[in-house]
């Protein structure tokens, strides 16, 4: 079993710059990617930015220049650099790890989940 721990997001103004932690536990835990989706009220879950093992970056458009997704290998941490925030950016972000079972499966876990509202 695989348990995420996420942290940060909360109320930000627009332009602020919070940052997104997620941390992933459990024995032989072998990652093939990780990355972060967001669902705002009334959507469907979307992919914010994702990362593989390898450390090849993907983002959605909308968050292309203002976001970047980074992680730590040996911590099995990703982050979520989150910056020049705009209204439209407010949704629960969700960590998401990719890990690898066996050559032949690949599961899926998911945080709990993290608001983030953007105001002034």
């Known amino acids: 079993q695989v348990q995420l721990v996420e942290s940060g997001g909360g109320l930000v103004q627009p332009g602020g710059s919070p940052r997104l932690s997620c941390a992933a536990s459990?024995?032989?835990?072998?990652?093939?990617?990780m990355g972060w989706y967001r669902q705002a009220p009334g959507k469907q879950r979307e992919l914010v930015a994702a990362?593989?093992?390898?450390?090849?970056?993907n983002y959605a458009d909308s968050v292309k220049g203002r976001f970047t997704i980074s992680r730590d290998n040996a911590k099995n941490t990703v982050y979520l650099q989150m910056n020049s925030l705009k209204p439209e950016d407010t949704a629960v972000y969700y960590c998401?790890?990719?890990?690898?079972?066996?050559?032949?499966?690949?599961?899926?876990?998911w945080g709990q989940g993290t608001q983030v509202t953007v105001s002034s």
């Open positions: 998401n790890v990719r890990a690898i079972v066996s050559s032949m499966r690949i599961d899926d876990y």
């Open positions: 459990g024995s032989s835990l072998s990652i093939y990617a």
């Open positions: 990362i593989t093992s390898g450390g090849s970056p």
